[in-house]
């Protein structure tokens, strides 16, 4: 079945600074990958997602890359915000059994933006 | 409030004792989907339906554990004779279920917390 790992498992940044995030899957039909911000206590909220006839994708300060070929795809954040600091997980999905799909979730990156 | 609800949000139970927990998708989504999420980890699949159809079940799904979603909107999870290994998170999440593609956003409800003493 699929995996995801990720990397780093914690990361501190200076306001100001950009934040990258990596993860890897190992299973080729994989096509859709979101990524989810958690706050301590809170429910996780998809932040952005890309599919796989995509490379990237950008929204305001948060973009996401995605490289089929190696199986890897990143999460980029620029000019971080103190609101910024989180748990961020990505995960991957695929649907080729016409159910749907279910995600395998990376065990997630706590991300502290320093003032 | 719109979005995917869990009741109840904290749960404490003795060992050996049975537990049912509670999910409201948004009311539009035919896909429900259950997860567990234990400290510092992500949230790992436990079970999927499709309307009232349960169609995949993870292997951490195990005998003790039971879903259902009879009349294909909310949906019960149930834990019988709780073990302390059961002390999560289960959260609940919701997609539309449109037809092909299938890569679809899950809205996730802010998740009952169980422990099991």
């Known amino acids: 079945g699929e995996n995801v790992e990720q990397h780093p498992s914690t990361l501190s940044v200076q306001e100001g600074d950009s934040a990258v995030i990596k993860c890897t899957y190992s299973d080729s039909a994989s096509n859709y990958f979101p990524w989810y911000k958690q706050e301590l206590g809170k429910r996780p909220q998809l932040i952005i997602d890309?599919?796989?006839?995509?490379g990237e994708k950008k929204d305001q300060r948060i973009a996401v890359t995605l490289n089929k070929t190696a199986k890897h795809f990143s999460l980029h954040i620029t000019e971080t915000q103190p609101e910024d600091s989180a748990v961020y997980f990505c995960a991957a999905s695929s649907s080729r059994d016409n159910y749907g799909q279910n995600f395998v979730f990376g065990p997630g990156t706590r991300l502290s933006v320093l003032p | 409030d719109t979005g995917v609800s869990q009741n109840p949000r904290h749960k404490i139970t003795k060992r050996g004792q049975n537990v049912t927990f509670r999910c409201d998708p948004i009311?539009?989504?035919?896909?429900l989907y259950w997860y567990r999420q234990t400290l510092g980890q992500g949230p790992e699949f436990l079970t999927y339906?499709?309307?009232?159809?349960?169609?995949?079940k993870s292997r951490l799904l195990s005998d003790r554990f039971s879903a259902e979603r009879p009349k294909g909107s909310f949906s019960t999870l149930e834990i019988q004779r709780t073990e302390q290994g059961d002390s999560a998170m289960y959260l609940c999440?919701?997609?539309?279920?449109?037809?092909?593609?299938?890569?679809?956003?899950?809205?996730f409800g802010p998740g009952t917390r169980l422990l099991v003493l």
């Open positions: 009311s539009e989504h035919n896909r």
């Open positions: 890309i599919r796989s006839n995509v």
């Open positions: 339906f499709q309307n009232e159809a349960q169609l995949e």
């Open positions: 999440a919701s997609s539309r279920g449109v037809a092909y593609p299938f890569e679809e956003t899950q809205y």
